[in-house]
């Protein structure tokens, strides 16, 4: 538990400081930076590794923490007669279990509302496409059409309408496109516009008059919030009480280690709660 509780922590500080950039990067530009982010995250062979190892850890500490709470169930099948838990223990303490669940369920809708559609659903995901028009003449009857096409935009912020090729102008978009038809190349493929995606499912409805409690954005919203705040509570134990497990028990550092997870389970539950609230405020 103390293992993959301690490596999911650092999964944690790189999503965050990943997802951050969702508010601080703004414009066609934030939007950009973060949509390539997330395809390098999603594509280089390191961190499809460290995915793998993520969802594995995952599972076993939700396997683990089930099978430890059983084994303390039987250990004590029966109360104690006189039981004044708090002053030993911290509330967060005797209800990981509890916290862990909540943090379960947060998981699960959360893969379901993101993960799911940024590497599952693939068709129903709204990739970075844009349209583009220009004009194009008929040699042969003199005539000049408008053509609408539709490109990819890629990481390097290119648009590519052919497999390697990259169009800088509009000379050589309609050329590429010329080709593309006579040798029947596929278009080549974008990135996924996971920025648009997060937005679209914090943001909520401005131009709706009042109260937006008919906005689904508000429900995401506290339900974000409150999911961070369990968070914080399960960190605020689990963090510390991990180096106890690993044998790590020192008069000096210990203390040091304590606060060092008090400040973890502030911060970094605090920051991913920030995230949704800004969106919130200002899309
Ligand atoms: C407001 C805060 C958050 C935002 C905006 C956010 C956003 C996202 C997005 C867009 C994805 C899909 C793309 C990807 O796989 O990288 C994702 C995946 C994921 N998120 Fe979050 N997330 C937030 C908070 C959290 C928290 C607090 C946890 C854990 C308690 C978490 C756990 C995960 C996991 C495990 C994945 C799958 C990662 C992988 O496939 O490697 N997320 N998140």
């Not at 076993?60 to 007669?81: E, S």
């Not at 040798?183 to 401005?206: C, I, N, P, T």
Request: aromatic share 14%; charged share 15%.
């Amino acid at each position: 538990m103390a293992l993959t509780g301690l490596f999911l922590c650092t999964f944690l500080v790189g999503h965050l400081a990943g997802n951050l950039q969702l508010v601080f990067s703004t414009g066609e530009e934030g939007k950009r930076a973060f949509n390539e982010y997330a395809y390098f995250m999603a594509h280089n062979p390191a961190i499809k590794l460290l995915s793998y190892v993520t969802y594995i850890s995952i599972l076993f500490h939700i396997v683990d923490g089930f099978m430890l709470t059983i084994q303390n169930k039987k250990a004590r099948p029966v109360g104690y007669a006189y039981n004044k838990p708090g002053a030993n223990s911290s509330m967060a303490s005797r209800n990981m279990a509890v916290l862990g669940t909540l943090i379960l369920v947060f998981l699960a809708t959360h893969m379901a509302n993101f993960w799911w559609k940024a590497k599952v659903s693939e068709d129903k995901f709204p990739l970075h496409v844009k349209e583009i028009s220009f004009q194009q003449g008929n040699e042969m009857t003199g005539q000049v059409q408008k053509q609408t096409i539709k490109l990819y935009l890629t990481t390097a912020g290119n648009y590519v309408p052919v497999d390697g090729f990259i169009v800088k102008n509009k000379t050589e978009l309609y050329e590429a496109q010329l080709n593309a038809q006579k040798v029947d190349l596929k278009m080549g493929e974008g990135y996924k516009d996971l920025h648009s995606l997060v937005f679209a499912f914090f943001g909520h409805d401005k131009t709706k008059q009042g109260f937006p409690i008919n906005d689904l954005a508000l429900a995401g919203l506290i339900f974000y919030v409150i999911s961070m705040l369990v968070l914080g509570f399960h960190l605020w134990h689990g963090f510390s009480s991990a180096f106890q497990s690993l044998g790590v028990n020192h008069p000096t550092y210990t203390s040091w280690i304590k606060k060092l997870g008090y400040g973890f389970a502030i911060l970094v539950p605090g920051l991913f709660a920030l995230i949704p609230i800004v969106i919130f405020i200002t899309k």
